[in-house]
């Protein structure tokens, strides 16, 4: 163990103690920018099922009202996804 710990640092650790710790601005990162997109994409899909699903439970309970909404806690299948939803736009928004 001390062999190891006594040696220099290789590899990915020996290039950020070396360069991008010492001069972030050298830094060079790949973004994943398809991935990204196609993860928001997926998010998108899954917030537009869930506003699709409030709308069928506001109009089939006539919950069209802003003081309708805020008694959901009456609804628990409404409550429950307005829960699921606030998640969602959270993990949309970060």
């Given at each position: 163990?001390?062999?190891?710990?006594?040696?220099?640092?290789?590899?990915?650790?020996?290039?950020?103690?070396?360069?991008?710790?010492?001069?972030?601005?050298?830094?060079?990162?790949?973004?994943?920018g398809?991935?990204?997109?196609?993860?928001?994409?997926?998010?998108?899909?899954?917030?537009?099922?869930?506003?699709?699903?409030?709308?069928?439970?506001?109009?089939?309970?006539?919950?069209?009202?802003?003081?309708?909404?805020?008694?959901?806690?009456?609804?628990?299948?409404?409550?429950?996804?307005?829960?699921?939803?606030?998640?969602?736009?959270?993990?949309?928004?970060?």
């Amino acid at each position: 163990m001390d062999e190891i710990m006594g040696r220099e640092p290789g590899g990915y650790h020996k290039l950020t103690e070396t360069l991008m710790g010492p001069y972030p601005e050298l830094m060079i990162l790949r973004r994943f920018g398809a991935l990204d997109a196609l993860s928001l994409l997926s998010l998108q899909a899954e917030l537009s099922q869930l506003e699709w699903e409030l709308k069928q439970i506001s109009k089939s309970r006539d919950l069209l009202s802003f003081q309708a909404l805020n008694w959901a806690g009456d609804d628990p299948e409404q409550r429950n996804l307005i829960v699921h939803i606030r998640k969602k736009m959270q993990e949309y928004s970060t």
